[in-house]
């Protein structure tokens, strides 16, 4: 490692620590080594990298490395977070299939059919269904 700051390292330091945003190549090489490591993981079975840290250690020791180098480390806690529980919302969502319940389609937007750009739509239209509910 050279001298600050014309190391090699420093803007991958940068990055780690949060000083820095990543660009966006940098944010491409960071969701492959994260897709990477979770592939190795996959392939040993080990669903929690935290918590069986040691066996992540030890079975993915060279995607492990490269995820915590190209990631920032709020990033890398984070994926480890979100891998944990998309995998436990799919395994809830397959038992509640083979259980026999239903899928509900929902709607997650108060814009009309046409959307907030469709003529005529906007705040007029909200306060219009805002008035109709009051009723």
Same mark, same amino acid.
């Given at each position: ?5 014309? &190391?090699?390292? &420093? ?18 090489? @960071? ?7 979770? /592939? @190795?993981? +996959?392939?040993? &079975? ?6 069986? /840290?040691? /066996? ?14 190209? @990631? ?12 944990? /529980? ?34 005529? &739509? ?8 805002? +008035?109709?509910?009051?009723?």
């Amino acid at each position: 490692m050279g001298w600050w700051p014309f &190391s090699s390292d &420093s803007r991958g330091d940068a990055i780690r620590s949060g000083d820095a945003i990543p660009t966006r190549a940098e944010r491409l090489q @960071c969701w492959a080594s994260r897709d990477a490591y979770f /592939a @190795c993981l +996959d392939a040993n &079975s080990i669903l929690d990298a935290t918590k069986d /840290a040691s /066996a992540a250690a030890r079975a993915c020791p060279r995607e492990s490395a490269d995820f915590e180098r190209d @990631c920032a480390a709020a990033w890398v806690k984070y994926f480890k977070q979100w891998r944990v /529980a998309d995998i436990q919302k799919k395994r809830r969502l397959e038992e509640l299939r083979r259980q026999g319940a239903q899928e509900m389609e929902v709607q997650t937007s108060f814009a009309p059919d046409g959307g907030a750009a469709e003529k005529g &739509s906007g705040k007029d239209d909200i306060q219009g269904l805002l +008035d109709r509910k009051r009723r």
